[in-house]
Antibody
Framework: EVQLVESGGGLVQPGGSLRLSCAASGFSFRSYWMSWVRQAPGKGLEWVANIKLDGSEKYSVDSVKGRFTVSRDNAKNSLYLQMNSLRAEDTAVYYC??????????????WGQGTLVTVSS | QSVLTQPPSVSGAPGQRVTISCTGSSSNIGAGFDVHWYQQLPGTAPKLLIYANANRPSGVPDRFSGSKSGTSASLAITGLQAEDEADYYCQSYDSSLSAWVFGGGTKLTVL
């Protein structure tokens, strides 16, 4: 059974940093691209970042470029999101999601339960 | 303002059929990029419902179906059940933004 378990969320002051983790199990982690998707309270879903199998390619939404860094450790079956210079508008539940490809296009086929990040003074 | 436009809400009685639209543009759906659909039950994580426009993952009932035409896509739900009450999101890729994008979400109410 595919399982994705996020951790590391919490309350942080504006300008602060936080590192999210996602522990994966039930599949060959090194064989899948992975992603972070967030959802602000009462709002819709927003893609944040993707990372390739070996970490050699990374993509992120413009609003987090230069502040957030996605990484992975295939030996530990883990995905990470380092978040710096946090802003109030980064407040959201952050989901870890597995990416599957169909004819060259990506979709998110499994999701974790999410971890809440609150940016407030 | 989401790149993909969905109606904020739809509703239907048990047993009825409802559709949820997802309207994009020439840089996403109209460019030929696939549309995927997710269901988010209250208080839970999203779940993949339809991928690559019209394909159902294992375990998703055939009451759910997807289609795509031009710059739009649709999710149809037949034989509505109370357990279908949820938020539904469409997703695609936008070449102008170089980003994976979601619709704003549609809340389905089963009357």
């Amino acid at each position: 059974e595919v399982q994705l378990v996020e951790s590391g969320g919490g309350l942080v002051q504006p300008g602060g940093s936080l590192r999210l983790s996602c522990a994966a199990s039930g599949f060959s982690f090194r064989s899948y691209w992975m992603s972070w998707v967030r959802q602000a309270p009462g709002k819709g879903l927003e893609w944040v970042a993707n990372i390739k199998l070996d970490g050699s390619e990374k993509y992120s939404v413009d609003s987090v470029k230069g502040r957030f860094t996605v990484s992975r450790d295939n030996a530990k079956n883990s995905l990470y999101l380092q978040m710096n210079s946090l802003r109030a508008e980064d407040t959201a539940v952050y989901y870890c999601a597995r990416i599957s490809w169909t004819q060259g296009e990506a979709h998110f086929d499994y999701w974790g339960q999410g971890t809440l990040v609150t940016v407030s003074s | 303002q989401s790149v993909l436009t969905q109606p904020p809400s739809v509703s239907g009685a048990p047993g009825q059929r409802v559709t949820i639209s997802c309207t994009g543009s020439s840089s996403n759906i109209g460019a030929g990029f696939d549309v995927h659909w997710y269901q988010q039950l209250p208080g839970t994580a999203p779940k993949l419902l339809i991928y690559a426009n019209a394909n159902r993952p294992s375990g998703v009932p055939d009451r759910f179906s997807g289609s795509k035409s031009g710059t739009s896509a649709s999710l149809a739900i037949t034989g509505l059940q109370a357990e279908d009450e949820a938020d539904y999101y469409c997703q695609s890729y936008d070449s102008s933004l170089s980003a994976w994008v979601f619709g704003g979400g549609t809340k389905l109410t089963v009357l």
